[in-house]
DNA sequence: ACTGAAATTGGTTAGTT
DNA sequence: AACTAACCAATTTCAGT
């Protein structure tokens, strides 16, 4: 298909900015027409470099204030089994199948001690899990979902 | 005003759904006015529940295909420095102070070996650094950056 | 707090260069 | 591929309840 420019790199980082900016707005500050980042907007959507738009939430405001990283070695050749599984379970945000001493590291926020422990406990229970290493998290320094593009704009 | 009740959940949930949906449409959804939608969004902004609204970006299809994720052991009561200039590099998407053997786990995306390489000699280097262990993602199984808030709703 | 309507701003489409 | 221009839709404000 097409190939990505400057300009809808510029655009991306618009959007990193404020993903509910309006097109008027970024077409003024980058010099273009509304139908110009309208059709940039639809052409990146339709590539797939723009997934979806999501509002950036507190989960610890909404009581979510227990976050674990937890390693997990999976009983030979069930790593996808193990992944599959963490995937499908609605308070993990993350599964990275890993090189390492784990299979796989997942990320999971919780409202509570007792959903953290009963998590944890039924992983380890899992047919082809081996073993579980569970990092409470105690302060989350940084969490951006986001890479700054200035590198690759100028 | 303070308060988060169910209505602000749907509200969130909609959200989730698709940050630049229309305040028109959830207003429907939700058999309220648009003007209701507007307000509760303020509000859940002003509260810091709404941190921002962003594109999630495939960042693979921008060439960032390396992701790493690295345990670092900081110095004798150095973790805060560490975590700090951890934050402050670009390509470091989430930072997180946990338990275990590890002080810090961090997340990073690059557009290549070379960087990625550079990166991890460069954190082994730092003065606060005691040891580091890199794990890097073969895979990414899952990473919604969200949480599903349904069990909070009905 | 929510509604309803007015005023303002934004999104989308078609046609043109 | 981007612009103009028009049209329609959505956002924001505010008086009234």
């Known amino acids: ?9 510029k655009i991306l980082s618009e959007l990193q900015e404020d993903a509910r900016k309006s ?13 110009t ?12 470099v723009i997934e979806r738009f999501i509002p950036v939430i ?4 909404l009581g979510y204030d ?5 390693g997990i070695t999976a009983k030979g ?10 995937a499908e379970m609605p308070n993990v945000t993350a599964v990275y199948d890993v090189t390492g001493e784990f299979d796989v590291i997942a990320v999971s926020k919780f409202r ?3 959903s953290l422990n009963e998590f944890v406990k039924n992983i380890g229970k899992l047919e082809f899990v081996e073993k579980t290493y569970t990092m ?7 969490e951006t979902h986001m890479i700054d593009l200035s590198e690759l704009i100028e």
Chains 1, 2 share one sequence.
């Open 37 to 48: 980042i309208y059709n940039r907007i639809n052409k990146l959507k339709k590539l797939g």
């Open 136 to 142: 409470l998290v105690l302060n989350v320094v940084k």
């Open 1 to 9: 298909m097409e190939k990505i420019d400057k300009m809808d790199l």
């Open 23 to 35: 097109l008027r707005e970024i077409a003024e500050k980058l010099g273009v027409t509304e139908a």
């Open 112 to 114: 509570d001690r007792d």
């Open 66 to 70: 227990l976050i674990a990283v937890i």
């Open 77 to 86: 050749g069930k790593v996808v089994e193990v992944e599959k599984l963490l």
């Open 58 to 61: 507190n989960y610890s405001k």
